[in-house]
């Protein structure tokens, strides 16, 4: 098995689409009234805005950390701080040896942004 899809939920799907495509560089795609996707090489980011899909209840921010790797920490620490994103950590080296910073999207959503050349992948045999 293998993660397909991470939901975040969000009060403005506007906003969000606007927000994450801007971090991604890429629109992604609307794909219900209250759902955009973003192809994260294989596993979807499915921005959710229960009002405006129908549902009767309000988003409310994920509880703890979606982690996201990338080959460029430094360019997405920069685009990050560029966009409504909030409380943006300074980058730091982790006691197990990644490199990354954390910040909630502006639904409130905490995120961690990893450098994918410091990944922890567990022991090595």
């Not at 629109?27 to 129908?54: K, Q, W």
């Not at 990050?80 to 197990?96: G, L």
């Not at 990893?114 to 922890?120: E, G, Q």
Request: hydrophobic share 35%.
């Amino acid at each position: 098995m293998k993660i397909f899809r991470v939901i975040v939920p969000v009060a403005d799907i506007e906003a969000a689409a606007k927000f994450y495509g801007k971090l991604f560089n890429v629109h992604g795609e609307l794909v219900s009234p209250g759902r955009h996707y973003f192809d994260c090489e294989g596993v979807i980011l499915a921005c959710y805005d229960p009002r405006a899909d129908g549902d009767g209840f309000d988003a409310t921010p994920n509880p703890d950390h979606i982690y996201l790797s990338t080959d460029n920490l430094e360019g997405v620490y920069e685009k990050v701080k560029a966009c409504d994103a909030q409380n943006v950590s300074t980058v730091e080296t982790q006691p197990w040896g990644e490199r990354s910073f954390y910040c909630k999207d502006p639904f409130g959503n905490p995120l961690c942004f990893v450098d994918s050349k410091t990944l922890f992948l567990g022991a090595q045999k």
